[in-house]
């Protein structure tokens, strides 16, 4: 095996549908943990308005720039875990995830939680891994 494999079983409930993988086997050198992400804008140092899709993208928007800093994108994400406010707000942030992958989805957790930092709607952490790493700064 060569970087990494979704796996999926039909001896769980599908995964089909939502943009998610059962399990990513991998086998790479370089595991990243990336601390939770909510919707910051990074020139501000503010939540952005909009409620929690506007807050999804921007997060996701982190995550990609913490990812670029070693040359990785969002395809060298093996885990996600994903916080809401509300879980009525499940859909809207599966949608604007689900944009960011090419390949096959990582393997994935959502959980509802009472309350997230300054306010958010969202928090988005995750594990990246890759064979290579190319510091950019």
Not at 46 to 66: F, S
Request: charged share 25%; glycine share 8%.
């Amino acid at each position: 095996m060569m970087g990494k494999e979704s796996i999926n079983s039909d001896k769980a409930p599908s995964a089909k549908g939502f943009p998610l993988s059962h399990a990513i086997m991998h086998n790479y050198e370089y595991v990243m943990e990336l601390s939770g992400q909510i919707g910051l804008d990074p020139k501000t140092g503010k939540l952005v308005e909009g409620g929690v899709e506007a807050e999804t993208k921007q997060a996701m928007n982190n995550i990609e720039g913490i990812l670029s800093e070693v040359g990785w994108k969002f395809d060298n994400i093996i885990k996600v875990r994903i916080f809401v406010t509300e879980m009525k707000d499940y859909q809207k942030v599966n949608e604007i995830y689900a944009k960011k992958f090419t390949n096959d989805f990582p393997a994935r957790a959502v959980l509802g939680v009472k309350e997230l930092p300054l306010g958010a709607h969202v928090e988005i952490e995750c594990t990246a891994a890759g064979n290579s790493r190319t510091r950019t700064s």
